[in-house]
T-cell receptor, first 112, second 112 residues
């Protein structure tokens, strides 16, 4: 069984640009969550989606948005990139949101 | 404000030593506590603890939860260099969001 897959693995963007990160959950999992991890810190919750509906949103600006598709894959979009958005973006999938969450390899975003 | 605190922040031991990592939490509505190992990118799931006093074990790793004192410990016996990683503790609240609140992690280095 494939685990959680994220793409791309690395990305370099310029300030002000827009970025889209993608995540495919484990087969059968209906919940996808997104986290931002900056160096030296634990991951910070951005969004959770379950059955295509947003179930939770962390303390991030409106430049961050996400959606979940009928096949349960998900996209995280970030507009008007800032240097401070440089981080590892992690996607986690779980059966229903309150069960064990399994993480993908992450997307390393560098904003220059 | 919900908070998860891990200690120590970093630890250096030699192969064969036993280590104990600590995680304390203050969360409004607690559902479960999870431990992850992060080597390069993806946090790898180790344990999910829901009930007090029941030890979970996997090989040389074990963990226990104390819901009265609001903490958990992760023990690693007979450490190996492959145990070198960041160990993350996270708490899942009882709402519908599936939001994991992470501690800042403990960086473990095991020397040969």
């Amino acid at each position: 069984d494939a685990g959680v897959t994220q793409s791309p693995t690395h990305l370099i963007k310029t300030r002000g640009q827009h970025v889209t990160l993608r995540c495919s959950p484990i087969s059968g999992h209906k919940s996808v969550s997104w986290y931002q991890q900056v160096l030296g810190q634990g991951p910070q919750f951005i969004f959770q989606y379950y059955e295509k509906e947003e179930r939770g949103r962390g303390n991030f600006p409106d430049r961050f948005s996400a959606r979940q598709f009928p096949n349960y894959s998900s996209e995280l979009n970030v507009n008007a990139l800032l240097l401070g958005d440089s981080a590892l973006y992690l996607c986690a999938s779980s059966l229903v949101g309150y069960t064990e969450a399994f993480f993908g390899q992450g997307t390393r975003l560098t904003v220059v | 404000e919900d908070k998860v605190v891990q200690s120590p922040l970093s630890l250096v031991v030699h192969e064969g030593d036993t280590v104990t990592l600590n995680c304390s939490y203050e969360v409004t509505n607690f559902r479960s506590l999870l431990w992850y190992k992060q080597e390069k990118k993806a946090p790898t799931f180790l344990f999910m603890l829901t009930s007090s006093g029941i030890e979970k074990k996997s090989g040389r790793l074990s963990s226990i939860l104390d819901k009265k004192e609001l903490f958990s410990i992760l023990n690693i016996t007979a450490t190996q260099t492959g145990d070198s990683a960041i160990y993350l503790c996270a708490v899942l609240g009882s709402g519908n969001t599936g939001k994991l609140i992470f501690g800042q992690g403990t960086t473990l280095q095991v020397k040969p």
